[in-house]
């Protein structure tokens, strides 16, 4: 079953806080994404992962970080989470040939207060 | 800098119509063109996609026009059905990306009964 997982689905935080928030996938995709969605601004790219420990930015990287240290398992961290990194993530994944047919998880909305 | 848009943002249509969204972009560089679906609650989905050598793409019901001189594209959704109710982003991919798409801002579509 290809799958895309999301943990947590709902977090709320306060600022200043850390969040982390986790992605898997049995797909033995090689490529990983994430991306932000805001409300008329689409699907915004935060990082792309090509591989364990192969990571690049994205178009807003800012405020972010990640780490993929197995294949199957992509993490987003915001250190000291702002108000507007309120939002909702979405994780995806791809194989490297393949990577206009993503993948996408359920989602984790995030809120800052 | 959006470099694709997608108009209009919301569109209502009665059901058994055809629901027309639009896509333009600014790269001409752009050379394939995935559409994604995206139900409330839900990551979104690949729907169809199309190469800028084609003109039109077609699968079941969904339909894709193609105008490359312009840098236009449209998804026609025939016979309009309520399970098709969903968000719907144009996304596009020049040929060197490292794998990024880049999402238009999406368009929101209602179909009524």
């Known amino acids: 079953d290809m799958k895309v997982t999301q943990m947590p689905r709902y977090l709320i935080k306060r600022m200043g806080e850390n969040v982390l928030l986790e992605c898997g996938q049995d797909?033995?995709?090689?490529?990983m994404y994430w991306y932000r969605q805001d409300p008329g601004l689409g699907l915004q790219l935060i990082y792309i992962s090509y591989d364990v420990d192969s990571n690049s930015e994205g178009d807003i990287p800012k405020g972010y970080r990640v780490s993929r240290k197995k294949r199957e398992h992509f993490s987003l961290i915001l250190d000291s989470a702002k108000t507007n990194q309120t939002s909702v993530y979405f994780c995806?994944?791809?194989?490297?040939?393949?990577?206009?047919?993503?993948?996408f998880g359920p989602g984790t909305r995030l809120t800052v207060l | 800098q959006q470099q694709v848009r997608q108009s209009p943002q919301s569109l209502t249509v009665w059901e058994g119509e055809t629901a027309i969204l639009n896509c333009s972009y600014e790269n001409s560089a752009f050379d394939y063109f995935p559409w994604y679906q995206q139900f409330p609650g839900e990551g979104p989905a690949l729907l169809i996609s199309i190469l800028s050598v084609s003109n039109k793409k077609e699968d079941g019901r969904f339909t894709i026009f193609f105008n490359k001189r312009e840098k236009k594209l449209s998804l026609h959704i025939a016979d309009s059905q309520p399970g098709d109710s969903a968000t719907y982003f144009c996304a596009a991919s020049p040929p060197s990306s490292f794998s990024k798409l880049v999402f238009g801002q999406g368009t929101s579509l209602s179909v009524v009964p």
């Open positions: 995806a994944s791809s194989l490297r040939d393949n990577y206009a047919e993503q993948f």
């Open positions: 797909m033995s995709h090689e490529t």
